[in-house]
C-alpha cells in the first residue's frame, strides 16, 4: 500500500510513477560511474595522488558494483526488493557526502567503493520491480527500454557534468549535488514504491541464505575484475598478477560447486541449466565489453588524433547518448514485432558496421595541420550507427532472460544481466589494450615513427571490436538457429501426434459403422 494508492491511483499511474523512480535511480547510477573520467587529472593534483594510483577513483566504484550486485539480488528475493532498494539509496547518499569531503586518494576510493555497493543494491532490484508490475509483452518491453534510455543518458551526462563541474566550480561539488537528489529519490521511494503484494514475488526471511555461496563468489569476483582493471602490458607476466588472477579463478570455479550443496543458492542450478540465461548473459557481457571499447577507443582518437580537448571529446560523445536514449524506447516496439533473438543479430551487426566506419572516416591532420576529418562525415556517423545497435542487443536480452523465469527470480537474473555488462568492460578493454600495446611495440622495432605507430595501434583497437561484436554475432545466430531448430521440432512432433489421433480416431469410425 502506498500514499498514491490510498488516494485512488489506477494501478497504470502508480506503475508510471514507479517507474519514473527507478529510471532516475539508473540515471544516477550510470552519472556515478561515469562522471569523475574526464576529472581525474584534477582530482589526482589536488590529493597528491601518486601516478598510476588514480585509476582507484573508478575501479572502486567498479569493484564494488561487479563484486556485490548478486549478493544483493538474491537479498531482494529474500528481504523483498522494494527495501533493498531503498537501503541501497541511503548507502549512495551516506557515501556521496563522504565523497565530497574525501582528503586523501584512500578516504575517496573507499567511499567510491560504497557508492557501487548502493548502486549494486539499486540495480537488480530495479529490474524485479519493473518486471513485477509491468505484465509481459509490449508494457514490460516499452518499461525496460525507458530504464536502458536511462542508463544511456546517465553515462553522458557524467562526461558532461564531470568536466563542467571540475572545470568552473570543483568536481567535489558532483558529490554535494548527487546526495541530495539521491535523498529526495529515497524519500520518493518511500512513499511511493509498491511493496511485493503476493507470496510468489518474495521468499521467507533470511533463513538458509547462502552464506559460503556469497563469500566465493564475492572474493572470486573481486579478484578477476581488480586484475582486469589495474593490469596492463607487461604486468601480465607479474607473479602477484598470476597469483592474485589464480584465486579468483579458483574461488569463481568453487562457486559453482558450493552452489550444488546448498539449501538456498544464490544462483539456482537450473538458471545455469537454461539455455536461454547462458547464451544472453554472455551476449550482454559482449555487448557491454564492445561498448566500453568504442567509447575508450574514441576518446583516445579524438584527442590523441584531432588534438581535441577533454571538454571538446564529451561534447561530441554527447549525441551518441541522446540518440541512444531516445532511440531506446522504439526497441520495445522492435522486440514484439521481431522477436528476441533478431533484435540481438540486428544490433551487433550494427555496432560492427559502425566500429568498421569510425576507422576507415577518421584520419589526422595533414602535413599543413588541418584535419582531413569532421565530426559530421565521422564521429557522428559512426557513432550513432553503433549506439543504434548496442541497445537492441542489451534489452532484448534482457528481456528474453526474464521471460523464462519465474517473478521470485527477477531479482537474482536482474543481478545477472547486470553483473555480466560489469564483466564485459573490464574483460574486453583488457583485450583491446593488450592488442594495441602489442602493435605499438612491434611497430616501434619496425622503425615507425611516434604517429604512424599511434595510428597502426588505433586502427588494431578498431578492427578488434569489429571482430568482437561479429562474434557475438556469431554466437547470437546460432542461438536463433538453435531455437527455431527445436521449435520447429516441437511443432514437428505435435502434427505427427495429431495425425496419428486423427488417424486412430478414423480407424475408430469405420470399426465401428
Given at each position: 500500500m502506498t500514499i498514491?494508492?490510498?488516494?485512488?491511483?489506477?494501478?497504470?499511474?502508480?506503475?508510471?510513477?514507479?517507474?519514473?523512480?527507478?529510471?532516475?535511480?539508473?540515471?544516477?547510477?550510470?552519472?556515478?560511474?561515469?562522471?569523475?573520467?574526464?576529472?581525474?587529472?584534477?582530482?589526482?593534483?589536488?590529493?597528491?595522488?601518486?601516478?598510476?594510483?588514480?585509476?582507484?577513483?573508478?575501479?572502486?566504484?567498479?569493484?564494488?558494483?561487479?563484486?556485490?550486485?548478486?549478493?544483493?539480488?538474491?537479498?531482494?528475493?529474500?528481504?523483498?526488493?522494494?527495501?533493498?532498494?531503498?537501503?541501497?539509496?541511503?548507502?549512495?547518499?551516506?557515501?556521496?557526502?563522504?565523497?565530497?569531503?574525501?582528503?586523501?586518494?584512500?578516504?575517496?576510493?573507499?567511499?567510491?567503493?560504497?557508492q557501487g555497493l548502493g548502486a549494486a543494491a539499486t540495480m537488480p532490484n530495479a529490474s524485479a520491480i519493473i518486471a513485477r508490475i509491468f505484465p509481459a509483452g509490449a508494457p514490460r518491453n516499452a518499461a525496460f527500454a525507458k530504464l536502458g534510455a536511462a542508463s544511456a543518458i546517465g553515462s553522458a551526462a557524467g562526461l558532461i557534468v564531470g568536466g563542467l563541474f571540475s572545470g568552473i566550480i570543483g568536481w567535489r561539488y558532483v558529490f554535494y549535488v548527487l546526495a541530495p537528489i539521491c535523498l529526495l529519490v529515497m524519500v520518493l521511494s518511500l512513499l511511493f514504491l509498491p511493496a511485493a503484494q503476493d507470496d510468489e514475488t518474495v521468499d521467507k526471511g533470511l533463513k538458509d541464505f547462502d552464506i559460503s555461496g556469497t563469500l566465493t563468489w564475492l572474493v572470486g569476483m573481486s579478484l578477476i575484475v581488480y586484475v582486469l582493471s589495474t593490469t596492463k602490458g607487461a604486468a601480465w607476466k607479474e607473479v602477484q598478477t598470476m597469483v592474485l588472477l589464480g584465486i579468483g579463478v579458483a574461488s569463481f570455479s568453487s562457486f559453482f560447486f558450493v552452489e550444488r550443496k546448498a539449501a538456498r543458492p544464490l544462483i539456482p542450478?537450473?538458471?545455469?541449466?537454461?539455455?536461454?540465461?547462458?547464451?544472453?548473459?554472455?551476449?550482454?557481457?559482449?555487448?557491454?565489453?564492445?561498448?566500453?571499447?568504442?567509447?575508450?577507443l574514441m576518446s583516445l582518437k579524438l584527442q590523441r588524433i584531432l588534438l581535441l580537448s577533454p571538454w571538446e571529446t564529451a561534447l561530441q560523445s554527447l549525441p551518441m547518448a541522446i540518440v541512444g536514449f531516445f532511440y531506446s524506447f522504439f526497441v520495445g516496439t522492435i522486440v514484439k514485432r521481431l522477436g528476441f533473438s533478431v533484435p540481438v543479430i540486428l544490433g551487433f551487426g550494427m555496432a560492427a558496421f559502425g566500429s568498421a566506419y569510425f576507422s576507415f572516416s577518421l584520419h589526422g591532420p595533414d602535413e599543413n595541420g588541418n584535419n582531413a576529418s569532421s565530426f559530421w562525415t565521422s564521429t557522428f556517423p559512426s557513432s550513432v550507427v553503433f549506439?543504434?545497435?548496442?541497445?537492441?542487443?542489451?534489452?532484448?536480452?534482457?528481456?528474453?532472460?526474464?521471460?523464462?523465469?519465474?517473478?521470485?527470480?527477477?531479482?537474482?537474473?536482474?543481478?545477472?544481466?547486470?553483473?555480466?555488462?560489469?564483466?564485459?568492460?573490464?574483460?574486453?578493454?583488457?583485450?583491446?589494450?593488450?592488442?594495441?600495446?602489442?602493435?605499438?611495440?612491434?611497430?616501434?622495432?619496425?622503425?615507425?615513427?611516434?604517429?604512424?605507430?599511434?595510428?597502426?595501434?588505433?586502427?588494431?583497437?578498431?578492427?578488434?571490436?569489429?571482430?568482437?561484436?561479429?562474434?557475438?554475432?556469431?554466437?547470437?545466430?546460432?542461438?536463433?538457429?538453435?531455437?527455431?531448430?527445436?521449435?520447429?521440432?516441437?511443432?514437428?512432433?505435435?502434427?505427427?501426434?495429431?495425425?496419428?489421433?486423427?488417424r486412430q480416431r478414423l480407424l475408430g469410425d469405420t470399426s465401428n459403422p
Open positions: 498514491l494508492s490510498q488516494q485512488g491511483w489506477s494501478e497504470s499511474q502508480l506503475a508510471s510513477v514507479s517507474l519514473a523512480i527507478l529510471s532516475v535511480t539508473q540515471f544516477l547510477d550510470f552519472l556515478n560511474l561515469s562522471a569523475l573520467n574526464i576529472a581525474i587529472p584534477t582530482i589526482a593534483e589536488e590529493l597528491k595522488i601518486p601516478a598510476g594510483l588514480e585509476g582507484w577513483i573508478l575501479i572502486s566504484y567498479s569493484l564494488a558494483l561487479s563484486a556485490f550486485m548478486l549478493p544483493f539480488g538474491k537479498l531482494g528475493d529474500a528481504w523483498g526488493h522494494r527495501n533493498i532498494f531503498i537501503c541501497g539509496l541511503l548507502i549512495m547518499t551516506i557515501a556521496n557526502i563522504f565523497s565530497a569531503m574525501a582528503p586523501t586518494l584512500p578516504v575517496l576510493a573507499t567511499f567510491r567503493g560504497l542450478p537450473y538458471l545455469w541449466q537454461n539455455h536461454v540465461i547462458v547464451v544472453n548473459s554472455i551476449l550482454i557481457a559482449m555487448v557491454r565489453g564492445g561498448a566500453s571499447m568504442f567509447v575508450y549506439v543504434l545497435g548496442t541497445p537492441m542487443v542489451f534489452i532484448s536480452a534482457q528481456l528474453a532472460m526474464l521471460h523464462v523465469v519465474e517473478p521470485r527470480q527477477y531479482a537474482v537474473v536482474g543481478a545477472l544481466f547486470n553483473t555480466a555488462g560489469q564483466i564485459g568492460g573490464p574483460v574486453a578493454l583488457a583485450l583491446l589494450t593488450a592488442i594495441m600495446n602489442a602493435v605499438l611495440v612491434n611497430k616501434e622495432r619496425s622503425g615507425w615513427s611516434e604517429k604512424e605507430r599511434l595510428l597502426a595501434s588505433y586502427d588494431a583497437g578498431n578492427w578488434t571490436i569489429v571482430g568482437w561484436e561479429l562474434v557475438g554475432l556469431v554466437i547470437a545466430g546460432l542461438f536463433w538457429l538453435r531455437q527455431k531448430f527445436i521449435e520447429e521440432k516441437r511443432h514437428l512432433s505435435v502434427d505427427v501426434e495429431s495425425d496419428e489421433g486423427e
